[in-house]
């Protein structure tokens, strides 16, 4: 077979299965009307069809630049009641078959792309982006690294950043080069105002698991540099990558860090005991100056001052990179035994792993580390997360354990006022219709903890709850930055909430990596929001299904499924739904959102006036309730107000006159400054 370099396009139609399934004449006219626009515009731009299966379509072209406009000529076609249609492209090396098909990495690529453009969206690979003229690079979105199903690496990605019909208009350029001209010269400055994001000038550091001289010295080592990382993560003139990302890394793989995860500095060391006290050799290195080191201190302590060198180590590189440091090398709290420091060191480990046994576990060693070293500060604070997340997890003792994560994050904050995750576990506590309490602990724990990405989160989730979904999506994005390697699903479905569904499903496409209840949730959620009932079906599948999915809620989704693919499988399913929310109230919000979406907004209404009769006030339904565009029916109807009156929202953004993002819409057909209750 000859190999060649290629711009290989491929193209889809969206809902093809769900429309055969109501309309088999109506889908076949639909795919004919696509293959007929694929044809004519691959004739039009030098491509050649090398593949028709059903509804897709592959083609190829001797250029980066003849397939980009192949593909926007493409969707401009289509975008007045045409077929929807999903585009991906990618330049790569190809291998032709005697009968003229395309097969290798570079046709794989571009099948996988397509599969995470948004409906009638484009989204291509930096292969294709980089051999394009300038012009045209301005009217592209970098979306980032995603990680493709089946793939070992990553691509950045980019879409489009404008809207189809002046893009589309590149295939003019040899014939009218003076109004094209005056087009891209106008986007172009839009985009670079409101599209390309500056530079950060606040540089990130990683710091990576330091090493131990003896295996008994492991977790010592480790848990020092995760100290490094907590405070490092107060310093205001530095950034600092998350754990769960940098932790991923080891010494030997410095370029590797600073090209993952974006990092100019990497800080590494080694522990090993000498003369009976612990030394660590502590050092800063700029990645991109070819790993020259920039700041290197070995520091002497006892075991028992553990916190003190991590300490110095944190001032040490804020002084490197900032030139400044706001970290108190003789903090109050820095001396703990070596057993408490132990203690502590494994219980964050279990807390941060967040399963119940594991959390248990956590509990027990840290209440030891508090009992070995009552001003310990951190100790206290990892305490009373654990026991506010297994609280969450064991209903039964739900209140037994949020009593003690009060008197626990309470201690912590006496003993060093500015804990930032104490503050946070805080807002935790706080009741659910405390909006202004909660808001105030965690703006106060990003003021003292600018770059912790866990602290950014929990922000971010709050804002989202109150309405706010542009505030959150700067702090995920924040967050997303300082642990790119998370799953990020909260930010999938903001960007989902906002409308950016290619960069939603991109995000998503990376989450799918990880294995998990939460991940196989978005996913078959989002399936269905594209109509995607054979890619949710497939989910549903017990051998794809994480091994800890509920049953039940199995069952739930899949007559969820069912209901919205047939109009007969409704009834059943609204029922299934109302007696799941009755039997466990905890899910009242997904209730009243399917039974909405499933087409019966007054028996959604009814549920939740029924549930918030019987809570009172433990019961508030959150701002995003319906933010995703699915859901917007919901969001529509006047009754959604007094969801966000009885959960104290309305009160709230009347009381400080910041309305949240959906009030602005146009098409409500309510007035939120209007509205009584």
């Not at 001289?213 to 848990?223: I, L, R």
């Not at 009552?374 to 305490?383: C, N, V, Y």
């Not at 017990?542 to 499988?569: C, H, I, K, N, Y």
């Amino acid at each position: 077979m000859d190999r060649k370099l290629a711009a290989i396009v491929s193209v889809d139609m969206v809902g093809y299965s769900s429309l055969s399934e109501k309309d088999e004449n109506a889908a076949i006219a639909s795919v004919d009307q696509v293959r007929a626009a694929v044809m004519a515009l691959c004739l039009t731009h030098q491509g050649r069809l090398f593949n028709k299966a059903g509804d897709g379509f592959m083609a190829e072209f001797g250029s980066a630049l003849s397939a980009v406009r192949f593909a926007t000529a493409l969707l401009r076609r289509l975008s007045h009641g045409g077929p929807a249609v999903r585009i991906g492209a990618h330049l790569g090396e190809v291998r032709t078959t005697p009968d003229g098909d395309l097969l290798g990495h570079g046709v794989n690529v571009a099948a996988r792309l397509m599969q995470l453009a948004a409906p009638r969206g484009l989204l291509l690979s930096e292969a294709v982006r980089r051999p394009l003229p300038q012009r045209v690079q301005r009217l592209l979105r970098a979306q980032g690294p995603v990680q493709l199903d089946k793939m070992s690496g990553t691509v950045n990605v980019h879409g489009l950043a404008g809207k189809v019909g002046l893009i589309a208009r590149l295939r003019l350029a040899r014939r009218r080069p003076w109004a094209l001209a005056l087009g891209l010269g106008t986007v172009a400055a839009v985009a670079a105002v409101s599209v390309w994001p500056r530079p950060d000038p606040i540089p990130l550091v990683a710091v990576l698991p330091f090493e131990a001289a003896t295996s008994d010295m492991a977790a010592t080592a480790q848990g020092l540099a995760d100290d490094v990382i907590t405070s490092l993560a107060s310093e205001p003139g530095l950034r600092v990558a998350a754990r769960a990302s940098s932790f991923q890394f080891t010494g030997e793989r410095r370029r590797e860090v600073g090209r993952m995860l974006r990092a100019r500095y990497v800080l590494d060391g080694a522990v090993r005991l000498a003369d009976g006290r612990w030394s660590v050799n502590a050092q800063l290195s700029e990645v991109g100056r070819g790993s020259s080191v920039v700041w290197s201190e070995t520091v002497l302590a006892e075991p028992g001052m553990a916190g003190l060198a991590q300490r110095q180590i944190a001032a040490g590189v804020a002084q490197a990179i900032a030139g400044s440091t706001r970290t108190s090398v003789a903090a109050a709290a820095s001396s703990a035994s070596e057993e408490a420091l132990e203690l502590y060191y494994a219980g964050r480990e279990g807390r941060l792993r967040r399963g119940v046994y594991d959390l248990e576990q956590a509990i027990a060693l840290l209440t030891r580390a508090t009992d070995a070293a009552p001003g310990f500060d951190r100790a206290w604070a990892e305490l009373a997360g654990a026991q506010l997340i297994l609280a969450d997890l064991r209903p039964a003792d739900a209140e037994a354990l949020r009593l003690a994560a009060a008197e626990n994050a309470a201690q912590a904050l006496r003993l060093n006022p500015e804990n930032a995750y104490a503050m946070a576990v805080k807002a935790g506590l706080e009741p659910p219709q405390a909006w202004a309490a909660r808001r105030a602990w965690l703006d106060q724990a990003v003021r003292l903890a600018p770059s912790d990405a866990q602290v950014l989160r929990a922000r971010a989730r709050l804002l989202s709850q109150m309405g706010y979904l542009h505030a959150a999506l700067e702090d995920l994005l924040a967050a997303q930055a300082l642990d790119p390697l998370d799953a990020q699903l909260l930010l999938a479905w903001t960007r989902e909430a906002l409308g950016r569904r290619t960069e939603a499903r991109a995000g998503l496409a990376r989450a799918a990596q990880r294995q998990g209840r939460a991940v196989w949730n978005t996913r078959f959620l989002f399936a269905l929001f594209d109509g995607d009932h054979a890619g949710a079906a497939a989910l549903l599948d017990p051998r794809v299904r994480p091994s800890e999915t509920d049953e039940r809620m199995a069952g739930l989704f899949a007559a969820t499924a069912a209901g919205l693919r047939a109009r007969s499988q409704r009834a059943e399913a609204i029922a299934s739904w109302r007696a799941a929310a009755e039997r466990d109230p905890a899910l009242t919000d997904d209730a009243v959102l399917m039974i909405s979406w499933l087409g019966d907004r007054d028996a959604a209404f009814a549920l939740a006036d029924r549930q918030m009769a019987a809570q009172g006030e433990a019961l508030a339904f959150p701002a995003d309730l319906a933010a995703a565009p699915a859901f917007r029916d919901l969001l529509h109807d006047p009754r959604y107000l007094q969801l966000m009156a009885h959960s104290g929202l309305l009160g709230y953004w009347r009381q400080t006159g910041i309305w949240p993002d959906f009030c602005s819409d146009p098409r409500l057909p309510y007035a939120c400054d209007g509205a009584t209750g």
